[in-house]
């Protein structure tokens, strides 16, 4: 268990409104970052962040902002839903230990967006 | 080409048997390998995890990998049931603050009783 927290668990939107997910840890980890994970494509990287107010894009950024003004909590906002947008969305943190970097996930949020 | 290939399944197998997962790679730089295991509906969960070129062996698990040939392998002895989950592999080469994991796009395994 990483200490990883996500809200809400579920949740359906209709399009164009705006939606906030949140990531919660509870171990002062460095580096977290936000997932989308749709059937044919596995996970891909939306954000990460480096530290408080650092935050860069990932693969699929379009569409998605992110904001980490504490430590323990990364927020990930859609704009403007989409449908497209619909699916699972994972926080993760980055663990070091025995010389080896590893990212662990939370229980992740499933979005549906009408 | 992907950076990561996996093999797409589904696999199906009775118990007992020995399953083997593989993903090949394209990027050389990729040296820490991990393969995490994912529950319907939850989220991913590292299983075992290397660095460079080797075998490691936890339980009815081992993870291996052959640089030379940009190929990694996770192999369950005596499958079980509760084995029954989608496996992915990820990558990274770590060199940098900003490295990040690279993904398969997961092989789902179902056990048979």
């Known amino acids: 268990d990483a200490g990883i927290t996500q809200s809400p668990r579920h949740k359906v939107t209709e399009t164009g409104t705006p939606v906030t997910l949140r990531c919660h840890q509870t171990e002062n980890h460095r580096y977290m970052y936000w997932y989308r994970q749709d059937p044919g494509h596995g996970l891909r990287l939306i954000h990460y962040s480096y530290g408080v107010k650092d935050t860069d894009k990932g693969e699929v950024s379009d569409g998605y902002s992110v904001s980490r003004s504490k430590t323990e909590d990364f927020l990930l906002t859609l704009e403007s839903a989409t449908s497209s947008q619909t699916s699972v969305y994972f926080c993760?943190?980055?663990?070091?230990?025995?010389?080896?970097?590893?990212?662990?996930f939370g229980p992740g949020t499933r979005l549906l967006v009408l | 080409q992907k950076e990561v290939e996996q093999d797409p399944g589904p696999l199906s197998v009775p118990e007992g048997a020995i399953v083997s997962l593989n993903c090949t790679y394209s990027?050389?730089?990729?040296?820490?390998f991990m393969w995490y295991r994912q529950y319907s509906r939850k989220g991913p969960e590292l299983l075992m995890y290397?660095?460079?070129?080797g075998n490691k062996e936890d339980g009815r698990f081992t993870a291996q990998v052959d640089k030379s040939s940009k190929y990694i392998s996770l192999f369950i002895r005596d499958s079980q049931p509760s084995d029954s989950a989608t496996y992915l592999c990820?990558?990274?080469?770590?060199?940098?603050?900003?490295?990040?994991?690279?993904f398969g796009k997961g092989i789902t395994l179902s056990v048979r009783p």
């Open positions: 990027n050389s730089a990729f040296q820490y």
């Open positions: 993760a943190i980055r663990r070091s230990g025995q010389g080896v970097e590893t990212q662990y």
């Open positions: 990820a990558m990274s080469d770590y060199t940098g603050a900003n490295s990040k994991l690279t």
């Open positions: 290397t660095y460079s070129s």
